[in-house]
């Protein structure tokens, strides 16, 4: 984890009140589907600033989605491109061990 981004998780209960658990059950309570909306939320509703409330809901995201799902959902009404999809990380895999690809299984 980035070091700027482990401080501002460490001094979210001093800055906002609440340990970024909290809010992480709060914006699951609430279920808002687009980031704005969520980041609108938590600015409006308890007055986070911009910084805390996107930190809260990128980390929200990043806790609710595995990569695998984040690939699903990108071709949600867009099937037809799932065929490229696959051929790139078909393709991309055979370039070697040093090659990352998360997830490496193809949808």
């Not at 401080?7 to 609430?30: D, S």
């Not at 409006?44 to 805390?52: A, D, I, K, N, S």
């Not at 984040?70 to 799932?82: A, F, M, P, R």
Request: charged share 25%; net charge neutral; proline share 3%.
């Amino acid at each position: 984890m980035d070091k700027a981004l482990q401080t501002m998780i460490n001094n979210m209960p001093e800055k906002t009140g609440k340990k970024l658990e909290e809010w992480l059950k709060i914006l699951h309570k609430e279920n808002l589907e687009k980031h704005s909306m969520a980041v609108s939320f938590l600015k409006t509703e308890y007055g986070l600033t911009h910084g805390f409330a996107n930190t809260i809901v990128t980390l929200s995201k990043e806790k609710n989605e595995s990569s695998e799902d984040l690939v699903v959902n990108q071709y949600i009404g867009k099937e037809s491109l799932t065929p490229i999809y696959n051929l790139l990380i078909s393709t991309i895999v055979k370039l070697g061990s040093d090659v990352i690809i998360t997830p490496k299984k193809a949808v």
